[in-house]
């Protein structure tokens, strides 16, 4: 597959710090927001995959640069019409209970998840268009889709299509949450609600993925304790003080603290998907006229935004996907700039004059809109900003703070002009769940385009990546002369970590992995 045009990751080693794996010990790792749950087929909560990514593993496995690698399948064949995966799996892998992995496994876990009674959210809508899977043979499983789809392979190497036990399914039914079960370098000792989940090193483990790590064998850390410490500046004080090892995320003003702390490091990974955005709602008026969503795209200053609300850290840019994304189209950042005078002009051409307090009028009614967003986590800064940005060309946008049900249930009807949204996802298929038209309302741009469409079905489609990307870029450029995504910055996932942690890597979306890390004492 085609490689990414431009790869930030920036995976800090501290300078000075001792080398050399030390196996045993234990890494405290302290998250803001408590895991939803360890069941991977179950979870919709980005934040589990801190605890998915150790317990389970995938039958592919996607390194950061977006190349997909052989892991519990060693290979994978597709058939000429695209609906078939055949998969050869790895032989010699057990689960934590001792139960056998084989292809009646995988057929556990695949039928598992469009099960309705697993609840599935992330992991269903991920495995797409999937029909039944086939055991040829121990070794051997057949995967049938009802309609060719590409991003299949990728799918398979996500933690929500993670490979769980079928004797532990059987067993623990709905309570498999709470007794989960992979094949994963680590396994689950307890869950302590809103205080701590506790995993220990698996020392069986010998089935690591092919490609991305130093080691084979059992993982070094003897323990992993995943504490729930929502206060930024708490969370970073059990840093300093010792308490933890490993904090997420690190607030971007306390960056340059930890730079310059001796004993502490920086470790930053670019997220894959479409980044920080403002959606543009096409279907309410005044976001319907395509003249009044470029005055926007003209009229925000995402430099200073990034500069002044998140010290630099995160990268600016107006492109629908991120540049570790394939297909990343830098051209693309040049459609829209900061040019107030310019969206100026085109909300003249659009029939808005100046009028009282520097609101804009039309027809004797005043240019105002709304941005819906989520109250307490985060967003009412950069809520504020955009609301001065647009104030000095004329746009009254009034901020409406909704409950997260509600904030959906406006969205999904379309009440909103204007919303502030992130998306996460390390294929470009992502375009399709976010300008398709048989996605809305989830497609939250309320955007209909035949031909984006056909363009996206057809991408999903395609089993060669420079086909696919030549198509996404095509509907990149359309929805971004449509005005549709306001990009407002591409987000680094931020960690802070003691010197005495070294070997922590990155997934391909930009979550932290423990199989290679390790303490020194």
């Known amino acids: 597959m085609a490689i990414l045009t431009a790869v930030l990751t920036t995976s800090a080693v501290a300078a000075g710090a001792p080398a050399g794996p030390t196996p045993g010990g234990t890494l405290t790792f302290g998250i803001r927001q408590e895991p939803s749950t360890t069941d991977p087929h179950a ?17 592919v496995y996607q390194t950061p640069d977006g190349a997909y690698h052989p892991w ?3 290979k994978w064949t597709v058939s000429p019409d695209g609906k078939t995966y055949t998969l050869t799996l790895r032989a010699g892998v057990k689960f934590h209970d001792g139960t056998p992995f084989n292809a009646s496994a ?6 598992r998840i469009i099960d309705p009674a697993t609840r599935s959210t992330s992991a269903i809508s991920a495995i797409g268009p999937y029909a039944s899977s086939e055991v040829v043979d121990a070794s051997t499983i057949r995967v049938h889709l009802k ?6 392979i990728n799918a398979l190497s996500q933690p929500w299509l993670g490979m769980v036990s079928p004797t532990a399914v059987k067993s623990w039914g709905r309570d498999f ?10 396994k689950f000792v307890e869950m302590v609600p809103q205080d701590h989940i506790t995993l220990v090193r698996n020392p069986d483990y010998a089935w690591p993925p092919s490609a991305g790590k130093a080691h084979s064998g059992p993982a070094y850390l003897e323990r992993v304790v995943i504490r729930t410490v929502p206060e930024d500046s708490t969370r970073l004080a059990t840093l300093q003080n010792g308490e933890t090892n490993l904090i997420e995320p690190l607030p971007e003003q306390n960056v340059a603290q930890v730079q310059g702390d001796t004993n502490l490091y920086v470790l930053k990974q670019m997220e894959m998907g479409a980044g920080r955005v403002v959606l543009l709602n096409t279907q309410r008026a005044p976001t319907n ?16 935004l990034v500069k002044t609300l998140f010290y630099g850290q995160h990268m600016v840019g107006r492109s629908p996907v991120s540049p570790v994304m394939p297909g990343y189209d830098k051209s693309l950042e040049r459609i829209y700039t900061y040019d107030p005078a310019k969206a100026r002009q085109l909300l003249e051409e659009a029939g808005w004059r100046p009028g009282p307090g520097g609101v804009r009028v039309k027809d004797g009614q005043p240019l105002r809109m709304s941005l819906f967003i989520i109250p307490n986590i985060g967003a009412e800064p950069t809520a504020e900003y955009l609301q001065s940005q647009l104030r000095q060309v004329g746009i009254d946008l009034e901020i409406r703070a ?13 009440d909103h002009n204007l919303t502030l949204a992130f998306f996460i996802w390390p294929d470009p298929d992502i375009l399709r769940t976010l300008y398709y038209s048989t ?7 309320h955007y209909n385009n035949p031909d984006v469409d056909r363009m996206l079905l057809e991408a999903s489609r395609l089993t060669d990546m420079r086909a696919r990307i030549g198509l996404y870029r095509r509907v990149m450029r359309k929805v971004m002369d449509d005005a549709l995504p306001l990009t407002l910055y591409y987000e680094n996932n931020i960690l802070a970590a003691r010197r005495t942690l070294q070997g922590v890597k990155f997934d391909a979306v930009g979550y932290p992995l423990f199989y290679d890390a390790y303490v020194t004492r």
């Open 43 to 59: 979870s919709a909560n980005g934040v589990s995959q801190r605890v998915l990514a150790h317990l389970y593993d995938g039958l």
């Open 72 to 74: 519990l399948a060693t």
């Open 106 to 111: 995988v057929k556990t876990s695949l039928d």
């Open 147 to 152: 309609e060719p789809y590409s991003p299949f």
């Open 177 to 186: 949450a709470q007794h989960p079960v992979g094949t994963g370098p680590f």
């Open 289 to 304: 006229d395509v003249r009044v969503r470029r005055a926007i795209e003209f009229g925000v200053d995402t430099a200073t």
């Open 402 to 414: 909704l409950a997260r049900a509600a904030w959906y249930e406006g969205i999904n009807r379309g």
């Open 439 to 445: 996605n809305i309302p989830f497609n939250w741009f």
